[in-house]
């Protein structure tokens, strides 16, 4: 049986075909897409119809190719919505999670509740664009209107099948979930002022949510589809396809954000935890993701964009390796690089406003955003190691950044841990797992992994012995000295 993966992430989006054959995974990319969120009338939308019409674009590509017959699963980031009326149609546009509408929300909200009882309910990192602050901004009046909240994943399994459910690893992302409970949370839902009744039943990840509706879609040729929810938090399926084993490993997931954690059986929720933003979201089978969100490439993808383009990403790497490394300390997590209006500008103005040097061309920006990607990556792990009181041994690199063996060796360097990358399409593979899982083809998450390591190449980078507790420290000097503001 062939599976196909729908794997959207907030820069690319793409259709892979999976299936095992002599007892390997093999993957076909049938169709891949750019995704971006546009500025209109002073806010920030996604384009959900062209992302819908990508899937049944690539859908009807899976067709062409002799597929007659699949299951179909979707993935996509995390926190952004749909409201629904009555009739099941589309309330808004979607606004994207790097709109600026919640910038000041959580002072708001953590006035009327304090974060220790948020974090104590619900042991969710604050992000300033958590589905609850979003939804706290929502027009009320919408709001009112609204019969069902979708996150977007699961709109886009109504829109094929016409049945409603909430996920659970990516509803976990709205810090509306209770994690004793495991239900939401009738007190926090007062407080944004949205019934329980407004959203769908919760579900876990392996659950069937239906047969995909041809006759919605006479323009498109398409297979017989049976939808299967699957993790659908992206970075939930990445860490389902991640091929970690053991106690001792933790991951990266390098995209547009950089998820750096580990995976557990029970929540950390201590005052260390929430002092230092670290989250506990659900994943597949009952596990949680103790990470923490790090601005990642999403950095590179806005210089890259405002260099118009003019150079790839293996270019900009090539670029920095020419650079003299570690001119700058700059703290990417920083809020103002949620989303400036101009990336390469407000990089140069924080090396102004800190008296640092100012990265000029495209291989100096470059060399700042790995150097620092790879600083902020190193202290991530000596934080994880210290909270949850387990040594780490291997870091596995996965997702497009997991291509970049320049940073996967600046990390490995700066960490002292051996880094493996790959695979890089570990999303995708993860949602095609919790697929073969749900058609019992394959028994549990270990068995998944273990058909990961038997198919797919994973190169090592081990540590170069070098100074990196001198840069480290440097670092964190500049960190303490300018008591910036951290999301
Ligand atoms: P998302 O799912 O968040 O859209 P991806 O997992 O597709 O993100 O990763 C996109 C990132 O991967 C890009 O920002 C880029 O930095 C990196 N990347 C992809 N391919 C390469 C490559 N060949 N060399 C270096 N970096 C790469
Ligand atoms: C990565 C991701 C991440 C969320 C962010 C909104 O794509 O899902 O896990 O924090 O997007």
Redesign the pocket.
Known sequence: MIHIAV???????RLVAGEIKNGKLTIKDIHRFS?GFEKKDGTYYWDIDYIMNEILQGLSVAKSLGFEECTVGIDT?AVDYVLLDQNGDRLQDVVTYRDHRTDKTIEKLTNLMSKEEIYRKTGIQFLPFNTIYQLFEEDQELLQNTDKILMIPDYLGYRLTGNAVTEVTNASTTQLLNIDSRAFDEELLELISVKKEQFAALIEPGTELGLLKHKWFPEYDLPECKIITVASH?TASAIVGTPGDGENWAYL?????SLIGIENHKPFIDSYALADNYTNEWGAFGTFRFLKNIM???I??EV?RKLNGDF???Q??EEAKQVQPFQQFINFNDHRFLNPVNMIEEIQEYCRETNQSVPESAGELASAVFNNLAIIYAIALEDLERMTSKQINRVHIV???A??EF?NQLTANLSGKTVYAGP?EA?AIGNLIVQLIANKELEHIESGRQLIKDSFKIKSFNPYPDSKEDIIRQFKRMLYSQNREEI
């Open positions: 794997d959207i992430g907030a820069s690319s989006g995704n980031w992206d997931s390098s995209g547009t954000w990642g490439l999403w590179l993808q890259r790839s990403f293996e900009l790497v997702g497009g950044g291509n970049n940073l890089s999303t």
